[in-house]
């Protein structure tokens, strides 16, 4: 059974750095595609960054040039370092892998950029 889990959201201040990792177990992480994704209060879910089996990387335009993908096919991981937040980055981050046709999502961590 594939699980998706992100952890390493929290209240940051702006201008201030986070770290978020999402853990996959079910055999799938070598072959996945893998996505960060956020939904904002009364946004629609968008993509913040993605990178292939390959390490390709796409950034969504808001974010480029402060937030770097990354992944770790030994420890199964993904991350996501967020460096500069602005109060715009406050969302719900979830975290998808997708393998062989199949969508898989994590349940997401908040990030909350504030003073």
């Known amino acids: 059974q594939v699980q998706v889990v992100e952890s390493g959201g929290g209240l940051v201040q702006p201008g201030g750095s986070l770290r978020l990792s999402c853990a996959v177990s079910g055999g799938i992480f070598d072959s996945a595609f893998m996505g960060w994704y956020r939904q904002g209060p009364g946004n629609q879910r968008e993509l913040v960054a993605s990178i292939t089996s390959k390490s390709t990387i796409t950034y969504g335009d808001s974010v480029q040039g402060r937030f770097t993908i990354s992944r770790d096919n030994i420890k199964n991981t993904v991350y996501l370092q967020m460096n500069s937040l602005k109060p715009e980055d406050t969302a719900v981050y979830f975290c998808?892998?997708?393998?062989?046709?199949?969508?898989?999502w994590g349940k997401g961590t908040l990030v909350t950029v504030s003073s």
């Open positions: 998808n892998a997708y393998s062989f046709g199949m969508d898989y």
